[in-house]
């Protein structure tokens, strides 16, 4: 019983590491569903076995689900700032053409002349 408590402690203490977090959350899972199979089950390996890989298998499909959804919202993320991007240039050009004294003016100034 103590060896079941030290690997679930041991992924508890390293779960606030984010490059050991994936492999700290199939540890935690697999030895969860390790335990809670040898108890449900009276001790039978093989099912204790099933119930790890049943843990493990809950772990990365979390992380899968968890990746997609930032995958997502990056996506999303990107196409507004470029639709930001399009609108901030849209209406530069309407200023321009409401104004074309004031274009004239600042083309002039950014541009040296010459002698």
């Not at 204790?48 to 992380?63: D, K, P, Q, S």
Request: hydrophobic share 35%; aromatic share 4%.
């Amino acid at each position: 019983m103590k060896t079941p408590c030290l690997i679930a402690a041991s992924g508890l203490l390293l779960a606030g590491c984010t490059s050991l977090e994936r492999p700290a959350t199939d540890m935690a899972l697999g030895a969860g569903g390790g335990l809670l199979a040898h108890e449900l089950s009276g001790g039978d390996p093989a099912l204790t076995a099933v119930g790890a890989v049943g843990g493990i298998a809950l772990g990365e499909g979390i992380h899968t689900l968890r990746t997609r959804q930032q995958q997502k919202a990056f996506g999303e993320g990107y196409t507004r700032g470029r639709a930001d991007g399009i609108k901030s240039i849209y209406w530069d050009l309407v200023e321009q053409q409401r104004n074309p004294m004031a274009q004239s003016k600042s083309e002039s100034k950014s541009q040296p002349t010459r002698p």
